[in-house]
């Protein structure tokens, strides 16, 4: 940049993840490449991290939204070392990394080494109750049936039941799926979900072969004992709003709560942004960022390109609601000796998975106690709090032997949070991505495009960050 440039302002629109992200490499970057910019981040509600909130209540600590994110994607790990909050990580319990998955009413353990929706290890998988023969034969087949040549986006649903069969599919990978993304593997792509299969293919030629090479593979990777290790699910002792808090105590100055944006406009010479605010105000900038769900990102730029709001708005989003329950330990009769469990569809039940938040995670729940934590997919706007809560109960009493009503409960809905990667996302992020090149000084970040995680976000953000300061220096030239 030049000596004698002026000062430039950024926005930043949205105060979840993402935003503070955003705001927080847009601030660090800038200095670093000694341009002199004002960041302002925009949030409507009164408190900022979005989908991601901490309380603490009687001893109990619930998270409302994510409660882990994965370390094995680098962007979230990087950015808490770079925050100086790595030594606040804890991991997930060593003594219980089982998950269970209902069958037929009844908890069953996922087989040990069985990643999604195939096996990785013979013993465990040949005794599991939770496949037929006929099914485990099938599924055996991924050995033999030959890769797909040609590239083209499969639905998850489609890729499953063509390797490995219809009982992995409808008894494992539908209900671990949709516990991820509460959605609909029917339509879900796996190039934009778990690209990770398709290479598995690709390189293997079975999802069986790549699995057991990857276990080789782990083995020897656990024996270099260089660079702290970490487990594969990371929270913070305090919980997920330990990052949050972080990012506001540096941010401070930057944040606007209780400023929602209500249109943004390009000036005609396209070189400032106009941002229209709840307050009455507006603000102009060089460099905008909004850093929101894409269904939120489409009704904000209408006005300013109707093709980009369009191709936006192919991205659905699904509902889901969080239901934390505190127990008495001997309310529940289940040894609950796992992290939790997911519901197939076909097991009809309201909920659509359960963590036993204070047995995966330490220091959750005052001692004698346990926290549960459940989901409900796609919750309709008439259920009531009271219902959510009454649903879950129904469900978790005889699956976990519960005997007594909750000493509470806490329900959380998360509405049009959780984008859904349907098949053909990828050319439908590419034309987004071209649209808002045409346009100048806008970068679009957040769960919409590039992947749903926390880490994947605060990927999402930094590149947004980077690439408007980009713009900055070479307009400069
Ligand atoms: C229930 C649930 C559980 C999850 N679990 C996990 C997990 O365990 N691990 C993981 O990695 N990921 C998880 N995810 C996904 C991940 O948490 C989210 O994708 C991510 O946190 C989204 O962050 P964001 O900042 O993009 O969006 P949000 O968190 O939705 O934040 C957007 C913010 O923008 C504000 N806003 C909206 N409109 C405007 C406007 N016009 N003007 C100003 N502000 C506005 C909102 O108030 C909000 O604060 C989970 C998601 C959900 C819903």
Redesign the pocket.
């Known amino acids: 940049m030049p000596e004698n440039s002026d000062r430039k302002c950024a926005i930043v629109?949205?105060?979840?993840?993402?935003?503070?992200a955003a705001c927080y490499r847009l601030q660090q970057e800038a200095a670093q490449r000694n341009i002199p910019l004002d960041v302002t981040l925009?949030?409507?509600?009164g408190r900022?991290?979005?989908?991601?909130q901490t309380e603490h209540r009687d001893g109990f600590l619930i998270e409302h939204?994510?409660?882990?994110?994965?370390s094995t994607k680098p962007a979230?790990k990087a950015l808490c070392e770079e925050l100086g909050i790595a030594d606040q990580f804890i991991g997930t319990n060593p003594k219980v990394r089982r998950s269970f998955v209902v069958r037929k009413g009844t908890l069953h353990p996922v087989p040990e080494g069985f990643y999604m929706m195939a096996p990785g290890a013979l013993k465990p998988f040949l005794k599991t109750p939770l496949f037929s023969w006929r099914g485990k034969l099938r599924m055996a087949l991924d050995l033999f049936i030959p890769r797909r040549e040609r590239d083209i986006d499969e639905a998850v649903a489609h890729f499953v039941r063509r390797r490995l069969g219809t009982e992995a599919f409808t008894r494992m990978a539908q209900p671990m799926i949709g516990g991820i993304y509460t959605s609909d593997a029917e339509n879900l792509s796996l190039k934009a979900t778990f690209p990770r299969f398709l290479e598995m293919e690709k390189t293997h030629g079975s999802i069986i072969k790549a699995l057991r090479a990857q276990k080789k593979q782990a083995a020897e990777t656990s024996r270099d004992t260089s660079g702290p290790r970490y487990s594969l699910f990371l929270s913070f002792k305090s919980g997920m709003q330990t990052l949050i808090d972080t990012l506001v105590d540096i941010l401070s100055d930057s944040i606007r709560l209780n400023?929602?944006?209500?249109h943004i406009q390009q000036d005609v010479d396209g070189t400032r942004w106009r941002v229209a605010l709840s307050t009455g105000e507006t603000l102009n900038s060089e460099l905008l960022c909004i850093?929101?769900?894409a269904v939120?990102t489409s009704a904000?730029i209408r006005q300013v390109s109707n093709p980009l709001a369009t191709k936006l708005n192919e991205i659905p989003y699904a509902s889901?609601a969080?239901v934390n329950l505190a127990f008495r330990r001997t309310d529940i009769t289940h040894p609950l000796d796992g992290m939790g469990f997911v519901v197939p569809a076909t097991e009809s039940l309201s909920l659509i998975g359960c963590s036993f938040s204070s047995v995966k995670f330490e220091n959750r729940a005052p001692e004698e106690h346990i926290l549960l934590r459940a989901?409900v997919g796609e919750p309709t706007s008439k259920n009531a709090e009271a219902d959510l809560i009454q649903l879950c109960q129904a469900d978790l009493m005889p699956l976990l032997g519960i005997e007594n009503a909750p000493l509470f409960a806490t329900v959380?809905k998360?509405t049009q949070?959780?984008?859904q990667y349907q098949v053909g996302h990828q050319d439908v992020v590419d034309d987004i991505e071209r649209l808002t090149r045409e346009l100048q000084g806008i970068a679009l970040?957040?769960?919409g495009y590039h992947g749903?995680?926390?880490?994947?976000?605060i990927r999402s953000a930094e590149t947004a960050a980077i690439s408007l300061l980009d713009t900055l220096c070479e307009a400069a030239r």
Not at 48 to 52: A, M, N, Q, S
Not at 65 to 70: E, H, L, M
Not at 452 to 457: F, S, V, Y
């Open positions: 629109i949205g105060g979840g993840i993402t935003g503070l925009l949030e409507a509600t900022v991290g979005g989908v991601i939204g994510p409660d882990a994110f994965i979230a400023t929602r944006v209500e850093a929101l769900p939120q904000l889901s969080t989901f959380n998360h949070a959780m984008a970040a957040g769960n749903i995680g926390i880490p994947d976000c």
